[in-house]
């Protein structure tokens, strides 16, 4: 079982920066692809983000512009890094990697956006 731990998620005011991490247990340059989501209060989880094996990116509409998501195989992290945050980009953020054994999640990290 693959297990992801994230972090750098906090309180920023409009227009500000952040940058998320995920810390995976095991060698990521296997994964199949890793991501964002996020879950805002009484809202359904959305895509955020996504970087394959081979480094592909892809970007929901909401982000794309403002976000770069990234990775250091050496370190075995992912990274989102979000800037010009808007108020709804407010929610519970969670990373996920997919392997060949199906899909792992994060605990989640609160990103919250608010002067």
């Known amino acids: 079982q693959v297990q992801l731990v994230e972090s750098g998620g906090g309180l920023v005011q409009p227009g500000g920066s952040l940058r998320l991490s995920c810390a995976a247990s095991?060698?990521?340059?296997?994964?199949?692809?890793m991501g964002w989501y996020r879950q805002a209060p009484g809202k359904q989880r959305e895509w955020v983000a996504q970087i394959t094996s081979g480094g592909s990116t892809n970007y929901a509409d909401s982000v794309k512009g403002r976000s770069t998501i990234s990775r250091d195989d050496a370190k075995n992290t992912m990274y989102l890094q979000m800037n010009s945050l808007k108020p709804e980009d407010t929610a519970v953020y969670y990373c996920?990697?997919?392997?060949?054994?199906?899909?792992?999640w994060g605990q989640g990290t609160q990103v919250t956006v608010s002067s």
């Open positions: 095991e060698r990521i340059f296997s994964f199949i692809a």
């Open positions: 996920y990697v997919a392997n060949g054994l199906g899909t792992h």
